[in-house]
């Protein structure tokens, strides 16, 4: 997950969070305790919570980065933007501590080594078309600039290599294709791109040109049929 240092917004940003939170995500029982196993302690969340964001009440960039090397996961790992979904994580590089409280509570995750325990499980929702697509609805309003209507395209790229990259067969052509001409993607592009790269053959063969697709895409297909054809 690449970390962008960056204001965070105002506390009363309630309609940002509104939209993050509406995007759906899975019911996880809470664990229950056997035998010599613990249970889940909120107030060892909290402190755990202080162990990086200190008496503050974030965690920034740089504790972001210890963070991640105590659990074992690189900062540009997908498993890190599949954690922040679970936090409903408003701001690329940052956890508040609302957050942490809400999203750890939820995967029942007090301490390194339980959320350790989890990584698998958050592996595995990438797998899961419907859990997939959420992940990848979220990461527009979370990686973009808060007072930008569109991704700019450097994160834009970055994010879709992180999401789409080892998946979809035509990733590398639409990379180079959105160098061309595009300086930035808006949220119905980037919709529409996930779309698209679940139900387009990568020959291109079951594209409608006449469909409902934004015109970026109707480009990709006439810029990637002349290649083909010079």
Known sequence: MPVKKRK????????????????????IRPVKPVGAVRSFSG?????????????????????????????????ENV????LAWHL??????????????????????DCTERLQSKLDYLRSELNDAAAFKNIYRYAF???????QRVLDMDTAKSMLDLLLGRTWPLFPVFHRFLESKYKGL???????VLEFSRTINPDLSNYDEDGA????????VEWRK???AS
């Open 79 to 82: 498993l890190m933007l599949v």
């Open 186 to 192: 808006n949220k119905d592009q980037w919709y529409n």
């Open 226 to 228: 002349s290649c083909s």
């Open 8 to 27: 965070l917004p105002d506390a009363g940003d309630h309609e940002h969070r509104c939209k993050l939170s509406s995007l759906s995500r899975p019911h």
């Open 43 to 75: 107030k060892r969340c909290l402190t755990w919570f202080h162990e990086y964001a200190g008496p503050g009440t974030v965690v920034g960039p740089e504790a972001m980065a210890k963070f991640c090397e105590d659990v074992g996961v690189e900062p």
């Open 213 to 220: 697709w934004p015109v970026l895409l109707d480009e990709f």
């Open 141 to 147: 309003d979370f990686s973009r600039d808060k007072n």
């Open 88 to 109: 409903e994580a408003a701001n690329m590089g940052f956890f508040t501590r609302d957050e942490w409280l809400r999203g750890m509570t939820v995967l029942q995750c």
